[in-house]
DNA sequence: GCCGGAAAAT
DNA sequence: ATTTTCCGGC
């Protein structure tokens, strides 16, 4: 079973709240996974990008990617130190594991992440993130771009 | 750098 | 509930 579609794509989705302003009703804040996947997904900068394995992700310039998260959560002190902290509590809740023995080298569970594909990956190359048990699931749909790994 | 406890912040 | 902050330990 593969995440893949014939020209080697997936979808990315996030919640359409996550673009919402914080003052906007109904919006909350954008969660640190979802900021990295949009970075990934947008090759943006050299801050971060993919490694050599599935979900596999490489933290270039963490002080610079701390910084955009600061920025993007309005904490100008972030650091990569807090951070990486932040990273760490994805650990237990399974959505991201350490690459071992590889500098600032993290790896994403899209298998636990990515529960649902809508209608189908291979038709319509859609992935919906969710970190719920799936007897609790609740789908936020909306679009997004798609990214070759 | 990386880990995870503890407490505070939101 | 998800970080943010701080930090002792490895």
């Given at each position: 079973h593969s995440f893949y579609n014939d020209a080697g794509f997936i979808k990315v989705l996030f919640p359409d709240w996550?673009?919402?302003p914080a003052w906007s009703p109904g919006s909350r804040q954008v969660q640190l996974?979802?900021?990295l996947?949009?970075?990934l997904e947008r090759g943006e900068g050299g801050a971060i990008s993919w490694g050599g394995e599935w979900g596999e992700f490489?933290?270039?310039d963490p002080e610079r990617l701390a910084k955009m998260w600061g920025e993007r959560k309005g904490k100008p002190h972030m650091n990569y130190d807090k951070l990486s902290r932040a990273l760490r509590y994805y650990y237990n809740k399974r959505i991201l594991h350490k690459t071992k023995g590889k500098?600032?080298?993290y790896k994403f569970n899209f298998n636990k992440l990515i529960l649902v594909n809508y209608p189908s990956l291979h038709t319509c190359q859609v992935c919906i993130y969710n970190t719920r048990p799936k007897s609790e699931t609740t789908f936020h749909l909306c679009n997004f771009q798609s990214k070759r790994l």
């Open positions: 996550a673009y919402k996974w979802h900021f996947l949009e970075l490489v933290i270039r500098r600032f080298t």
